[in-house]
Protein backbone atom coordinates (compact mmCIF):
# COMPACT_ATOMS: atom_id res chain seq x y z
CA UNK A 1 0.00 0.00 0.00
CA UNK A 2 1.66 3.87 -0.74
CA UNK A 3 2.40 6.01 2.11
CA UNK A 4 -0.44 8.84 2.31
CA UNK A 5 1.11 12.23 1.32
CA UNK A 6 1.23 14.10 4.15
CA UNK A 7 -0.90 17.66 4.41
CA UNK A 8 0.11 20.02 7.08
CA UNK A 9 -2.36 22.91 7.96
CA UNK A 10 -6.29 22.48 6.95
CA UNK A 11 -6.06 26.11 6.29
CA UNK A 12 -7.17 27.32 2.61
CA UNK A 13 -4.55 25.67 0.64
CA UNK A 14 -4.19 22.78 2.66
CA UNK A 15 -7.87 21.64 2.18
CA UNK A 16 -7.55 22.95 -1.41
CA UNK A 17 -4.55 20.33 -2.11
CA UNK A 18 -6.01 17.77 0.30
CA UNK A 19 -9.27 17.40 -1.84
CA UNK A 20 -7.46 17.86 -4.99
CA UNK A 21 -5.23 15.14 -4.24
CA UNK A 22 -8.25 12.61 -3.28
CA UNK A 23 -10.27 13.96 -6.35
CA UNK A 24 -7.25 12.58 -8.34
CA UNK A 25 -6.88 9.32 -6.05
CA UNK A 26 -3.94 10.16 -4.02
CA UNK A 27 -4.53 9.22 -0.34
CA UNK A 28 -3.68 12.20 2.02
CA UNK A 29 -3.48 12.82 5.89
CA UNK A 30 -4.26 16.15 6.20
CA UNK A 31 -2.71 17.51 9.67
CA UNK A 32 -4.58 20.32 11.05
CA UNK A 33 -3.30 21.36 14.58
CA UNK A 34 -6.67 23.28 16.01
CA UNK A 35 -8.88 23.01 17.75
CA UNK A 36 -6.31 21.46 20.32
CA UNK A 37 -3.52 24.34 19.65
CA UNK A 38 -4.66 27.21 17.79
CA UNK A 39 -3.35 30.44 16.18
CA UNK A 40 -3.79 34.10 17.16
CA UNK A 41 -6.16 35.27 14.33
CA UNK A 42 -8.28 31.80 14.00
CA UNK A 43 -11.00 31.34 15.98
CA UNK A 44 -12.52 27.77 15.46
CA UNK A 45 -11.64 24.23 14.97
CA UNK A 46 -13.25 24.87 11.39
CA UNK A 47 -10.93 23.62 7.77
CA UNK A 48 -10.11 26.55 6.22
CA UNK A 49 -10.96 29.46 7.97
CA UNK A 50 -11.17 32.96 7.03
CA UNK A 51 -9.38 35.00 9.31
CA UNK A 52 -10.53 38.44 8.37
CA UNK A 53 -12.83 39.89 5.64
CA UNK A 54 -15.26 37.81 4.63
CA UNK A 55 -14.87 38.94 1.00
CA UNK A 56 -13.05 36.76 -1.45
CA UNK A 57 -12.67 39.94 -3.73
CA UNK A 58 -14.51 40.68 -6.87
CA UNK A 59 -15.36 38.18 -9.25
CA UNK A 60 -15.45 40.13 -12.52
CA UNK A 61 -13.55 38.61 -15.02
CA UNK A 62 -11.89 42.22 -15.69
CA UNK A 63 -10.03 42.26 -12.95
CA UNK A 64 -7.29 40.49 -11.72
CA UNK A 65 -8.48 38.51 -8.57
CA UNK A 66 -11.95 38.06 -11.40
CA UNK A 67 -9.89 36.38 -13.50
CA UNK A 68 -7.82 33.92 -10.88
CA UNK A 69 -11.31 32.81 -9.85
CA UNK A 70 -12.22 32.00 -13.93
CA UNK A 71 -9.06 30.25 -14.31
CA UNK A 72 -9.94 27.69 -10.95
CA UNK A 73 -12.93 27.24 -12.42
CA UNK A 74 -11.57 25.47 -15.59
CA UNK A 75 -9.53 24.02 -13.54
CA UNK A 76 -12.26 22.86 -10.86
CA UNK A 77 -10.82 24.31 -7.92
CA UNK A 78 -12.94 22.70 -4.65
CA UNK A 79 -12.78 25.64 -2.65
CA UNK A 80 -14.11 28.16 -5.01
CA UNK A 81 -17.15 25.70 -5.12
CA UNK A 82 -17.41 25.72 -1.74
CA UNK A 83 -17.30 29.76 -1.60
CA UNK A 84 -20.12 30.28 -4.22
CA UNK A 85 -22.72 27.76 -2.43
CA UNK A 86 -22.17 30.08 1.35
CA UNK A 87 -21.88 33.39 -0.83
CA UNK A 88 -23.66 36.57 0.67
CA UNK A 89 -24.24 39.57 -1.29
CA UNK A 90 -21.59 42.18 -1.83
CA UNK A 91 -21.70 43.46 -5.46
CA UNK A 92 -19.14 41.96 -7.90
CA UNK A 93 -17.24 40.52 -5.20
CA UNK A 94 -18.09 37.10 -4.08
CA UNK A 95 -17.96 37.37 -0.26
CA UNK A 96 -18.87 34.47 1.59
CA UNK A 97 -20.94 33.63 5.28
CA UNK A 98 -17.45 32.61 6.86
CA UNK A 99 -18.83 29.97 9.85
CA UNK A 100 -21.18 28.26 6.46
CA UNK A 101 -17.99 28.43 4.25
CA UNK A 102 -15.24 27.06 6.46
CA UNK A 103 -18.10 24.18 7.34
CA UNK A 104 -18.49 23.66 3.82
CA UNK A 105 -14.64 22.96 3.21
CA UNK A 106 -14.47 21.37 6.71
CA UNK A 107 -17.77 18.54 5.59
CA UNK A 108 -15.98 18.14 1.99
CA UNK A 109 -12.95 16.72 3.98
CA UNK A 110 -14.67 14.87 6.74
CA UNK A 111 -16.66 12.80 3.74
CA UNK A 112 -13.69 12.35 1.83
CA UNK A 113 -12.57 8.85 2.18
CA UNK A 114 -9.16 8.98 0.64
CA UNK A 115 -8.51 12.43 3.12
CA UNK A 116 -7.48 10.93 7.05
CA UNK A 117 -8.13 14.30 8.90
CA UNK A 118 -5.51 14.14 11.97
CA UNK A 119 -5.66 16.85 14.37
CA UNK A 120 -2.43 17.74 15.93
CA UNK A 121 0.46 19.93 15.86
CA UNK A 122 3.00 18.86 13.43
CA UNK A 123 6.05 20.00 14.93
CA UNK A 124 8.98 18.69 12.99
CA UNK A 125 9.46 17.63 9.47
CA UNK A 126 9.44 14.32 10.30
CA UNK A 127 6.91 13.33 7.71
CA UNK A 128 6.45 10.85 4.97
CA UNK A 129 8.36 10.81 1.28
CA UNK A 130 5.89 12.80 0.04
CA UNK A 131 4.58 15.90 1.65
CA UNK A 132 3.30 19.42 1.64
CA UNK A 133 3.44 22.13 4.22
CA UNK A 134 0.73 24.99 4.36
CA UNK A 135 0.97 26.42 7.56
CA UNK A 136 0.14 29.78 6.56
CA UNK A 137 1.60 32.85 7.75
CA UNK A 138 0.79 31.70 11.26
CA UNK A 139 2.62 28.45 11.13
CA UNK A 140 3.19 27.44 15.14
CA UNK A 141 6.20 28.72 16.45
CA UNK A 142 7.89 24.91 16.63
CA UNK A 143 7.32 23.88 13.27
CA UNK A 144 8.58 27.53 12.10
CA UNK A 145 12.06 26.88 14.08
CA UNK A 146 12.10 23.34 12.05
CA UNK A 147 11.88 24.75 8.50
CA UNK A 148 14.44 27.47 9.72
CA UNK A 149 16.67 24.73 10.65
CA UNK A 150 16.11 22.86 7.65
CA UNK A 151 16.68 25.80 4.91
CA UNK A 152 19.83 26.89 7.78
CA UNK A 153 18.58 30.54 7.60
CA UNK A 154 15.77 32.53 9.24
CA UNK A 155 12.27 33.05 7.93
CA UNK A 156 11.03 36.95 6.94
CA UNK A 157 8.77 38.47 9.60
CA UNK A 158 6.41 41.13 9.13
CA UNK A 159 3.28 42.50 10.22
CA UNK A 160 -0.68 42.36 8.69
CA UNK A 161 -3.72 43.76 10.78
CA UNK A 162 -7.10 43.01 11.09
CA UNK A 163 -10.28 44.97 10.70
CA UNK A 164 -12.95 45.76 13.07
CA UNK A 165 -16.46 44.02 12.96
CA UNK A 166 -19.63 45.08 14.98
CA UNK A 167 -23.18 44.09 15.75
CA UNK A 168 -25.39 45.26 13.09
CA UNK A 169 -27.63 46.44 16.27
CA UNK A 170 -25.04 49.07 16.68
CA UNK A 171 -25.71 50.91 13.74
CA UNK A 172 -27.94 54.01 13.52
CA UNK A 173 -30.02 53.49 10.72
CA UNK A 174 -31.25 57.09 9.97
CA UNK A 175 -26.85 57.93 9.59
CA UNK A 176 -26.27 55.91 6.39
CA UNK A 177 -27.18 54.70 3.26
CA UNK A 178 -27.13 51.30 1.05
CA UNK A 179 -25.50 51.21 -2.00
CA UNK A 180 -22.72 50.11 -3.74
CA UNK A 181 -19.32 52.48 -5.43
CA UNK A 182 -20.71 53.69 -8.78
CA UNK A 183 -24.05 52.07 -8.29
CA UNK A 184 -22.34 48.61 -9.05
CA UNK A 185 -23.73 45.44 -7.30
CA UNK A 186 -26.83 46.63 -5.31
CA UNK A 187 -27.46 47.73 -2.20
CA UNK A 188 -24.33 45.78 -0.87
CA UNK A 189 -22.79 47.87 1.45
CA UNK A 190 -23.95 50.30 4.29
CA UNK A 191 -22.49 53.55 3.63
CA UNK A 192 -21.56 56.40 6.42
CA UNK A 193 -21.42 59.96 5.38
CA UNK A 194 -18.55 61.51 7.22
CA UNK A 195 -18.63 65.38 7.16
CA UNK A 196 -15.25 67.55 7.20
CA UNK A 197 -15.12 68.39 10.98
CA UNK A 198 -15.85 64.64 12.45
CA UNK A 199 -13.37 63.58 9.42
CA UNK A 200 -10.78 66.06 10.87
CA UNK A 201 -11.80 64.94 14.55
CA UNK A 202 -11.17 61.13 13.21
CA UNK A 203 -7.85 61.74 11.85
CA UNK A 204 -6.70 63.44 14.79
CA UNK A 205 -7.75 60.50 17.23
CA UNK A 206 -5.78 58.20 15.13
CA UNK A 207 -2.52 60.21 15.15
CA UNK A 208 -2.63 60.54 18.88
CA UNK A 209 -4.94 56.94 20.10
CA UNK A 210 -2.91 54.44 22.13
CA UNK A 211 -1.54 51.36 19.96
CA UNK A 212 -1.01 47.69 21.43
CA UNK A 213 2.84 48.31 21.42
CA UNK A 214 5.03 45.13 20.20
CA UNK A 215 8.09 44.63 20.48
CA UNK A 216 10.16 45.16 17.14
CA UNK A 217 6.60 46.75 15.51
CA UNK A 218 8.53 49.96 14.66
CA UNK A 219 10.93 47.90 13.21
CA UNK A 220 8.12 45.70 11.17
CA UNK A 221 7.33 45.99 7.35
CA UNK A 222 3.31 46.36 7.12
CA UNK A 223 1.93 44.83 3.68
CA UNK A 224 0.86 48.17 2.03
CA UNK A 225 -2.33 47.27 0.87
CA UNK A 226 -3.36 46.04 4.60
CA UNK A 227 -2.29 49.65 6.93
CA UNK A 228 -3.77 50.22 9.74
CA UNK A 229 -6.15 53.28 9.42
CA UNK A 230 -4.08 55.02 12.20
CA UNK A 231 -0.58 54.54 10.55
CA UNK A 232 -2.90 55.45 7.00
CA UNK A 233 -3.57 58.98 9.31
CA UNK A 234 -0.42 59.71 9.89
CA UNK A 235 0.23 59.98 6.30
CA UNK A 236 -1.48 62.83 5.74
CA UNK A 237 -4.62 64.97 6.61
CA UNK A 238 -6.29 63.66 3.21
CA UNK A 239 -4.83 60.02 2.95
CA UNK A 240 -7.83 58.06 5.11
CA UNK A 241 -9.94 60.15 2.09
CA UNK A 242 -7.99 58.38 -0.63
CA UNK A 243 -7.96 55.30 1.24
CA UNK A 244 -10.64 53.48 2.77
CA UNK A 245 -12.47 56.51 3.19
CA UNK A 246 -12.45 57.71 0.00
CA UNK A 247 -16.02 59.06 -0.98
CA UNK A 248 -15.69 58.70 -5.05
CA UNK A 249 -18.57 57.04 -6.51
CA UNK A 250 -20.86 57.68 -3.45
CA UNK A 251 -23.12 60.42 -3.87
CA UNK A 252 -25.23 60.40 -0.65
CA UNK A 253 -29.17 59.61 -2.60
CA UNK A 254 -30.83 62.22 -0.04
CA UNK A 255 -28.24 65.18 -1.15
CA UNK A 256 -27.28 64.07 -4.56
CA UNK A 257 -23.61 64.78 -3.58
CA UNK A 258 -20.38 62.93 -2.56
CA UNK A 259 -19.57 63.27 1.00
CA UNK A 260 -16.43 64.98 2.04
CA UNK A 261 -15.21 60.94 3.10
CA UNK A 262 -17.09 57.45 3.18
CA UNK A 263 -16.99 54.75 5.93
CA UNK A 264 -18.20 51.50 4.11
CA UNK A 265 -19.48 48.36 6.25
CA UNK A 266 -19.99 45.06 4.46
CA UNK A 267 -22.30 41.73 5.66
CA UNK A 268 -20.36 39.31 6.91
CA UNK A 269 -22.50 36.67 7.69
CA UNK A 270 -25.78 36.37 5.76
CA UNK A 271 -28.36 37.12 8.07
CA UNK A 272 -26.12 40.80 8.49
CA UNK A 273 -25.72 40.33 12.08
CA UNK A 274 -21.94 40.48 11.84
CA UNK A 275 -21.32 44.06 9.95
CA UNK A 276 -16.99 44.79 8.90
CA UNK A 277 -16.05 47.88 8.50
CA UNK A 278 -14.60 47.61 5.16
CA UNK A 279 -10.25 48.78 5.47
CA UNK A 280 -10.55 49.67 9.04
CA UNK A 281 -7.68 47.53 10.27
CA UNK A 282 -6.54 48.86 13.10
CA UNK A 283 -3.60 48.02 16.00
CA UNK A 284 -5.42 50.45 18.22
CA UNK A 285 -6.03 49.45 22.46
CA UNK A 286 -9.37 48.04 22.90
CA UNK A 287 -10.47 51.11 24.82
CA UNK A 288 -9.66 53.47 21.72
CA UNK A 289 -11.28 50.95 19.65
CA UNK A 290 -14.37 51.13 21.81
CA UNK A 291 -13.65 55.17 21.65
CA UNK A 292 -13.41 55.05 17.64
CA UNK A 293 -16.78 54.02 17.25
CA UNK A 294 -17.65 57.38 19.38
CA UNK A 295 -15.38 59.36 16.88
CA UNK A 296 -16.87 58.08 13.81
CA UNK A 297 -20.64 59.03 13.07
CA UNK A 298 -23.22 56.70 13.01
CA UNK A 299 -23.01 53.89 15.61
CA UNK A 300 -25.21 54.02 18.51
CA UNK A 301 -23.40 51.99 20.60
CA UNK A 302 -19.65 50.29 20.18
CA UNK A 303 -20.60 46.93 19.68
CA UNK A 304 -16.99 44.95 18.56
CA UNK A 305 -17.68 41.93 17.99
CA UNK A 306 -14.22 41.54 16.40
CA UNK A 307 -11.09 43.51 17.45
CA UNK A 308 -8.58 45.13 15.03
CA UNK A 309 -5.50 43.39 15.75
CA UNK A 310 -1.96 43.22 14.06
CA UNK A 311 -0.30 39.63 13.19
CA UNK A 312 2.53 38.04 12.20
CA UNK A 313 2.63 37.28 8.55
CA UNK A 314 5.38 34.76 8.10
CA UNK A 315 6.76 33.73 4.56
CA UNK A 316 9.79 31.71 2.70
CA UNK A 317 12.54 33.32 0.62
CA UNK A 318 10.93 31.02 -2.04
CA UNK A 319 12.46 32.09 -4.80
CA UNK A 320 16.15 30.68 -3.60
CA UNK A 321 14.49 28.16 -1.18
CA UNK A 322 12.07 26.20 -3.77
CA UNK A 323 12.13 24.89 -7.26
CA UNK A 324 9.40 25.46 -9.59
CA UNK A 325 6.99 22.70 -8.24
CA UNK A 326 7.46 24.57 -4.91
CA UNK A 327 9.76 22.07 -3.94
CA UNK A 328 12.15 22.23 -1.40
CA UNK A 329 15.65 22.14 -2.65
CA UNK A 330 17.16 20.52 0.04
CA UNK A 331 14.52 17.61 0.16
CA UNK A 332 12.97 15.68 -2.90
CA UNK A 333 9.64 15.42 -1.99
CA UNK A 334 8.81 18.26 0.36
CA UNK A 335 6.68 20.69 -0.72
CA UNK A 336 5.38 24.01 0.11
CA UNK A 337 2.07 25.92 -0.92
CA UNK A 338 -0.04 28.93 0.19
CA UNK A 339 0.90 31.98 2.16
CA UNK A 340 4.12 30.54 3.48
CA UNK A 341 5.30 30.73 -0.03
CA UNK A 342 5.06 34.25 -0.16
CA UNK A 343 1.50 34.41 -2.32
CA UNK A 344 -0.73 36.98 -0.62
CA UNK A 345 -4.36 36.60 0.12
CA UNK A 346 -7.52 34.23 0.26
CA UNK A 347 -7.98 33.43 -3.54
CA UNK A 348 -4.34 33.38 -4.09
CA UNK A 349 -3.60 30.66 -1.20
CA UNK A 350 -6.32 28.78 -2.57
CA UNK A 351 -5.31 28.50 -6.17
CA UNK A 352 -1.53 27.93 -5.34
CA UNK A 353 -3.13 24.88 -3.55
CA UNK A 354 -4.90 23.84 -6.56
CA UNK A 355 -1.15 23.90 -8.34
CA UNK A 356 0.67 22.45 -5.53
CA UNK A 357 -1.51 19.81 -5.60
CA UNK A 358 -1.14 18.85 -9.09
CA UNK A 359 2.47 18.73 -8.95
CA UNK A 360 2.74 16.62 -6.27
CA UNK A 361 0.31 14.07 -7.94
CA UNK A 362 2.82 14.26 -10.95
CA UNK A 363 6.11 14.23 -8.84
CA UNK A 364 4.66 10.77 -7.39
CA UNK A 365 4.05 9.69 -10.80
CA UNK A 366 7.43 10.59 -11.66
CA UNK A 367 6.09 13.56 -14.02
CA UNK A 368 7.66 16.63 -14.88
CA UNK A 369 6.21 19.18 -13.26
CA UNK A 370 3.08 21.63 -14.46
CA UNK A 371 3.91 25.40 -15.09
CA UNK A 372 1.57 27.14 -16.45
CA UNK A 373 1.72 29.38 -19.11
CA UNK A 374 2.74 32.88 -18.41
CA UNK A 375 -0.57 34.45 -19.55
CA UNK A 376 -2.38 32.77 -16.96
CA UNK A 377 -2.58 34.53 -13.66
CA UNK A 378 -2.00 30.51 -12.24
CA UNK A 379 1.06 30.89 -14.30
CA UNK A 380 1.96 34.55 -12.56
CA UNK A 381 1.58 32.90 -9.18
CA UNK A 382 4.33 30.29 -10.14
CA UNK A 383 6.61 33.16 -11.77
CA UNK A 384 6.17 35.16 -8.39
CA UNK A 385 7.24 32.37 -6.35
CA UNK A 386 10.08 31.74 -8.50
CA UNK A 387 10.90 35.68 -8.26
CA UNK A 388 12.48 38.44 -9.96
CA UNK A 389 15.08 40.84 -9.19
CA UNK A 390 14.90 42.37 -5.56
CA UNK A 391 13.59 41.49 -2.37
CA UNK A 392 10.74 38.67 -2.04
CA UNK A 393 7.56 40.69 -1.10
CA UNK A 394 4.15 39.02 -1.09
CA UNK A 395 1.97 39.74 -3.83
CA UNK A 396 -1.30 39.54 -4.59
CA UNK A 397 -2.73 38.91 -8.15
CA UNK A 398 -2.81 41.94 -10.71
CA UNK A 399 -2.36 42.83 -14.24
CA UNK A 400 0.92 44.05 -14.11
CA UNK A 401 1.96 40.27 -13.40
CA UNK A 402 1.05 39.32 -17.25
CA UNK A 403 2.86 39.81 -19.78
CA UNK A 404 2.22 42.93 -21.87
CA UNK A 405 -0.66 43.59 -24.28
CA UNK A 406 -0.71 46.38 -26.68
CA UNK A 407 -4.44 47.60 -26.76
CA UNK A 408 -6.38 50.17 -25.90
CA UNK A 409 -6.25 51.00 -22.32
CA UNK A 410 -10.43 50.70 -22.39
CA UNK A 411 -9.99 47.08 -23.86
CA UNK A 412 -6.91 46.23 -22.37
CA UNK A 413 -8.61 44.57 -19.25
CA UNK A 414 -10.51 42.35 -21.39
CA UNK A 415 -8.00 41.13 -23.50
CA UNK A 416 -5.99 40.10 -20.66
CA UNK A 417 -8.99 37.92 -19.76
CA UNK A 418 -9.44 36.30 -22.91
CA UNK A 419 -6.01 35.83 -23.72
CA UNK A 420 -5.12 33.93 -20.13
CA UNK A 421 -8.81 31.75 -20.18
CA UNK A 422 -8.06 30.69 -24.64
CA UNK A 423 -4.42 30.07 -23.19
CA UNK A 424 -5.04 27.99 -19.94
CA UNK A 425 -7.86 25.95 -21.72
CA UNK A 426 -5.11 24.94 -24.73
CA UNK A 427 -2.68 24.29 -22.23
CA UNK A 428 -5.15 21.62 -20.02
CA UNK A 429 -5.99 20.45 -23.45
CA UNK A 430 -2.38 19.91 -23.94
CA UNK A 431 -1.57 18.41 -20.68
CA UNK A 432 -4.77 15.73 -21.13
CA UNK A 433 -6.47 17.77 -18.05
CA UNK A 434 -10.44 18.11 -19.15
CA UNK A 435 -11.02 21.87 -18.48
CA UNK A 436 -14.00 22.42 -16.08
CA UNK A 437 -15.75 25.04 -17.20
C1 LIG B 1 -4.78 37.98 10.47
C2 LIG B 1 -4.79 37.84 9.00
C3 LIG B 1 -5.71 38.52 8.26
C4 LIG B 1 -5.77 38.33 6.88
N1 LIG B 1 -6.73 38.95 6.18
C5 LIG B 1 -6.88 38.70 4.87
C6 LIG B 1 -7.97 39.24 4.16
O1 LIG B 1 -8.80 39.94 4.70
N2 LIG B 1 -8.09 38.96 2.82
C7 LIG B 1 -7.20 38.16 2.19
O2 LIG B 1 -7.37 37.92 0.99
N3 LIG B 1 -6.15 37.62 2.85
C8 LIG B 1 -5.97 37.87 4.17
N4 LIG B 1 -4.91 37.33 4.86
C9 LIG B 1 -3.88 36.62 4.12
C10 LIG B 1 -4.15 35.16 3.68
O3 LIG B 1 -4.97 35.17 2.59
C11 LIG B 1 -4.69 34.22 4.71
O4 LIG B 1 -3.78 34.16 5.75
C12 LIG B 1 -4.92 32.81 4.16
O5 LIG B 1 -5.69 32.14 5.11
C13 LIG B 1 -3.65 32.04 3.89
O6 LIG B 1 -3.97 30.72 3.50
P1 LIG B 1 -3.04 29.49 3.92
O7 LIG B 1 -3.75 28.27 3.53
O8 LIG B 1 -1.68 29.71 3.38
O9 LIG B 1 -2.93 29.58 5.50
P2 LIG B 1 -4.12 29.39 6.61
O10 LIG B 1 -5.43 29.57 5.98
O11 LIG B 1 -3.73 30.27 7.75
O12 LIG B 1 -3.96 27.89 7.01
C14 LIG B 1 -2.88 27.40 7.74
C15 LIG B 1 -3.40 26.29 8.63
O13 LIG B 1 -2.27 25.61 9.21
C16 LIG B 1 -2.57 25.33 10.57
N5 LIG B 1 -1.26 25.15 11.24
C17 LIG B 1 -0.33 26.07 11.52
N6 LIG B 1 0.76 25.49 12.07
C18 LIG B 1 0.49 24.16 12.15
C19 LIG B 1 1.21 23.04 12.63
N7 LIG B 1 2.44 23.16 13.13
N8 LIG B 1 0.64 21.82 12.57
C20 LIG B 1 -0.63 21.66 12.05
N9 LIG B 1 -1.37 22.71 11.60
C21 LIG B 1 -0.80 23.94 11.63
C22 LIG B 1 -3.37 26.52 11.02
O14 LIG B 1 -4.15 26.21 12.15
C23 LIG B 1 -4.23 26.79 9.78
O15 LIG B 1 -5.44 26.10 9.82
C24 LIG B 1 -4.82 37.50 6.24
C25 LIG B 1 -3.85 36.86 6.99
C26 LIG B 1 -3.84 37.00 8.36
C27 LIG B 1 -2.82 36.25 9.15
Redesign the pocket.
Known sequence: MTVPVAV???????SELALQLAGRGVPVTL????PGA??P??GTGL???????N???SDDAETASGLLKRELRMVGCRLLEAAERTRVPAGHALAVDRTLFAQAVTDLVEREPLVDLAR????DLDLPPVAAI???????E??SSAIARHFGEEHLHFY?A??ISVSAEALDGEAGFWGSRYGKGGDDYWNIPIDRERYERLVAFLRAAPVIERRGFEDARCFER?LPVEVIASRGEDALRFGPLKPKGLADPRTGREPHAVLQLRRETRDGALMGLVGFQTRLARDAQRELLNVLPGFREPAILRWG?V?R?TFLDAPRLLDGAQMSTRRRGLFF????TGV??????IAH?TIAALNVERFIRGREPLLFPPETLLGALQRHCAGGGGPYQPMNVNFGLLPELSARRIERKRLYAERSLASLRRFLDGCGIEPKS
Open positions: VGGGLAGIEMRTTAHLAELVCSSLKREQTATGPLSSLLDISCAHNAGQIEGYMESG
